[in-house]
């Protein structure tokens, strides 16, 4: 039988989701019974793929895993929290660098919803250096970023990029200046 219980939320902004992102929720699956990937919608932050494309994108990676839902809120997590039934948030910790962010988070949110229980957890080492902000910006000076992110995203990301250029000839190519 197995020992899994509960459902837990992986909140974030998944600006796109990375295999860091994955490793978490995988580890999550083995503890909870159901994880649900919660994407805040945030007004105020400018961000690359709008909520509903992360929506879709993260159906996409999960479409064959039922015990992993997608959804969005706003407003307070411990609101939303409460709303789905969910008693437990998980967060992911990188580095020491994440610690007092997550530690100051973390308290906040007990302070609001003490029954509500933030739960870390560590990807493997070799994300630690990982996030969305780096993929995007190794993403955008041509880097590869194949080995960091799901094919998914990959693929959005050029298309993302490809619609985002202006309409028109490519431009020239510069004469090496000698
Ligand atoms: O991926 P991120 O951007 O680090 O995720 C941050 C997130 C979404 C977990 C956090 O900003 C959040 O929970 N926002 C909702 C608003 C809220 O509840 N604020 C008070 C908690 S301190």
Avoid: C, W
């Amino acid at each position: 039988m197995s020992s899994r219980t509960g459902t837990a939320i992986f909140p974030g902004s998944f600006d796109p989701i990375t295999n860091g992102h994955l490793d978490i929720i995988e580890r999550g699956l083995k503890v909870f019974e159901r994880v649900i990937i919660a994407i805040l919608v945030n007004a105020e932050k400018r961000s690359l793929f709008t909520t509903e494309e992360r929506v879709e994108i993260i159906r996409e990676v999960f479409k064959g895993s039922p015990r992993v839902s997608v959804d969005s809120f706003s407003g307070l997590l411990v609101d939303y929290a409460q709303r789905v039934g969910a008693t437990v948030i998980v967060r992911g910790l990188r580095a020491i660098s994440d610690f007092e962010y997550e530690f100051q988070m973390a308290l906040m949110n007990r302070h609001l919803a003490p029954g509500v229980e933030t739960v870390f957890m560590m990807p493997a080492e070799h994300y630690s250096y990982l996030s969305s902000r780096l993929v995007k910006e190794v993403f955008q000076l041509g880097g590869g970023v194949g080995s960091l992110v799901p094919p998914v995203v990959e693929r959005r990301l050029r298309e993302k990029y490809r619609d985002a250029r202006p309409p028109g000839p490519s431009p020239r190519k510069r004469s090496r200046v000698r």
